[in-house]
């Protein structure tokens, strides 16, 4: 709820993103009220110049040629990141990244003695590490 300059209170509409394309720069609200609003993304705050589906905004609207348009979008929470959904427990992490610094070790060890890991084991370390690193990013 917001305060116009004569004290009267403005609702402000609130919605979700139905969808944003950032290579074309626009995509959809999808409003509380059931209304369907064009997003540009010259409205959006820089911090959120690609919204994902999901996120929660309010905005104001404008008539524009195609139909309501979204104006100051401001948003209120981001999209649940599926990832980190499915993000492994910190304890979890902790054992495979011990378990990881085992294998580095051994393979640091072979290194210095002039060995690469043999066979298919240089494949399996890196599959390893890209591995850990996705479940970091997520």
């Known amino acids: 709820m917001v305060r116009d300059s004569d004290e ?17 720069g626009f995509g959809f609200i ?25 996120t929660r905004v309010d905005y104001g609207v404008a008539d ?8 100051a979008v401001k948003v209120l929470d981001a999209a649940p ?20 610094i085992k294998v580095l070790d051994r393979v640091g060890d072979a ?3 002039g060995r690469y890991p043999d066979g298919n084991a240089g494949e399996r370390v890196a599959k390893l590490l890209r591995a850990v690193a996705d479940d970091f990013e997520a």
């Open 64 to 71: 524009g040629r195609r139909g309501p348009s979204a104006l």
């Open 8 to 24: 009267n209170e403005v609702t402000v509409p609130t919605g979700k993103v139905k969808w944003f394309d950032e290579t074309r």
């Open 30 to 54: 999808a409003g509380d009220d059931g209304s369907e609003v064009f997003l540009h993304a010259s409205v959006l705050p820089a911090e959120a110049s690609n919204p994902k589906p999901g």
């Open 81 to 100: 990141s599926v990832a980190k959904a499915k993000r492994k427990a910190p304890t979890e992490m902790a054992t495979i990244v011990e378990d990881l």
């Open 111 to 113: 290194l210095k003695h």
